[in-house]
């Protein structure tokens, strides 16, 4: 064989080699996926978003699921999102660069590795039990957004970081502030990459089940946190109650975790369902993600 | 009578442990253009960077000597950089028009400023884009993204963004180098204009244009002033032999 021939030879293989693994990828999640829906899709009716989970599949929903996962999220992103925008602004932009800020950096990057599990334990250790959150909404909630934080801190800077300095020089050229550059210039600049890993971030929070586990979030539970809109009889026709953040909880990811282990046949159709909403509520958010870094983008481009 | 608007008085720069500049002793009467030439590193940019105290935005950077702006030390403790910095203007070596529309653009300067009068910055958008040459080519665009004009366009946008807040002093950190030539001659042409209301100050690594655009000239070589002067001497009869290699083109 001459050189010419041989380097095709390498080059075709190669290239199999690379079809090869992305199909072997992607065969492994289309078989998971569908034989989640095979099983699951008979359960999909309205019925299963209406209903408390049950002893009896064929009864059992996942009502209090969603809603918790709908509770836990919102408080995650109150959370985490002001704490995580304002933390990162500061370190890229006003933080002196110096080895004490440094070694803070080097520490966010960590937490962002840590296992979730661990984070469970702060919670309970914390939350949980020294501020007697008990296993709460709210409990639960601010692990998670513990959870979270680092990513949106480093989010943050790396979109922040992406913006080039020209920009900014631009801005205090004309006289402007530290703050009205980043108010004006920097934040509007750098927001589709922010949310994008904001997003990213809370659909990653919303399939974690062991800390939650950990802080002590139910399995069974048939009631629901108390609803933040009361409508009243009387003027003004509606309040606004805090008492649902103290309530216990599950989410979609524990249901799920619990129907798997049980015995019976039926409740494997029934995780399976779930599976299937966790999924195309993983995707939708993932979706919105992608969304917003495309229209990014197409509008700046430097 | 011409005053002298700006003054340095051995000005020293430092990144860290390295000197910039060298004490430099230098004063710039009012609506005159001087052209600053040297080679690459001599510290043109860092000597103009340091008039509007954009470099104070860089970690590490320090400045030793006096900058006299209007009888003033810019970095006296009652001189507030934001203010400085609205009458000492500045445009950069590559555009860098914000990611807004061209009004936007030029209305910055006002937002933050607090001026929200419409008519006010309305008439600045257009006067401002006239003095540029730009008017005719986007008026009926004003909405459109800065970032889709040409590179010469952008330039000529962030001049009028800088010229629309009015500023006393115009500082050009080598304003046609990422430019074509037609622009170039459009914003020479700019610079002959702004003379009458600004003092200009133009760092440039092109020769002729410096022949072309200024009246005075000052020579930097490896953070040091060699030569000052007006212009027609200095590129006619240079005192000093290192000058007389560079404008001829034998080093740099």
Known sequence: MNRKALNNFWDKLFKLLGITSISFGLLVLLALII????????????????????????????????????????ITALISIPIGIGAGIYLEEY????????????????????????????GLGFFVRYMNLDRSVLAGGLTLALLVLPVI???????????????????????????????????????????????LAMSRAMGETAPLITVGALTYIAFLPQNPVIIKDSFPFMGISFQGLFDPFTVLPIQIYNWVSRPQKGFITDAAAGIMVLLILTLIMNSIAIFLRYQNQKRVRW | MAKNILETQDLKAYFGNKQILKGINLAFLSNTVTAIIGPSGCGK???????????????????????????????????????????????FQRPNPFPKSIYDNIAYGFNIYGIKDKY?????????????????????????????????????????????????????????????????????????????????????????????????????????????????????????????????????
């Open chain 2, 45 to 91: 940019s860092t000597f103009i960077r340091s008039i509007n105290r954009i470099n104070d935005l860089i970690p590490n950077f320090r400045i030793e000597g006096n900058i006299i702006f209007n009888d003033q030390d810019i970095h006296d403790k009652n001189v507030d950089e934001v203010d400085l910095r609205r009458k000492v203007g500045m445009v």
């Open chain 1, 153 to 199: 801190i480093l989010s943050t800077r790396e979109a922040l970081r992406a913006i080039p300095s020209s920009i900014r020089e631009a801005s205090y050229a004309l006289g402007a502030t530290k703050w009205q550059t980043i108010r004006n210039q920097l934040l509007p600049a750098a927001i589709g990459n922010i949310l994008t890993g904001i997003i």
């Open chain 2, 120 to 252: 006010t910055i309305d008439a600045a958008v257009e006067n401002s884009l006239k003095k540029v040459a730009l008017w005719e080519e986007v008026k009926n665009n004003l909405s459109q993204n800065a970032l889709t004009l040409s590179g010469g366009q952008q330039q000529r946008l962030c001049f009028a963004r800088a010229l629309a807040i009015e500023p006393e002093v115009l500082l050009l950190d080598e304003p046609c180098s990422a430019i074509d030539p037609i622009s170039t001659a459009k914003i020479e042409e700019l610079i002959h204009q702004l003379k009458k209301n600004y003092t200009i100050i133009i760092v440039t690594h092109n020769m002729q244009q410096a022949a072309r655009v200024s009246d005075y000239t000052a020579f930097f070589l490896l953070g040091e002033l060699i030569e000052f002067g007006k212009t027609d001497g200095i590129f006619t009869a240079p005192k000093d032999k290192r000058t007389e290699a560079y404008i001829t083109g034998r080093f740099g």
């Open chain 1, 95 to 122: 933080a002196p660069k110096n080895k004490f800020t440094n070694f803070i950096e080097i520490n966010i990057a960590n937490l962002a590795g840590v296992p979730s599990v661990i984070y469970g334990l702060l």
């Open chain 1, 35 to 74: 034989d989640v829906i095979i099983d699951g899709y008979p359960r999909i009716t309205l019925n299963f978003f209406k209903s408390f989970p049950s002893r009896k599949p064929e009864m059992a929903g996942i009502l209090s699921a969603w809603v918790g996962t709908i509770w836990i999220m919102v």
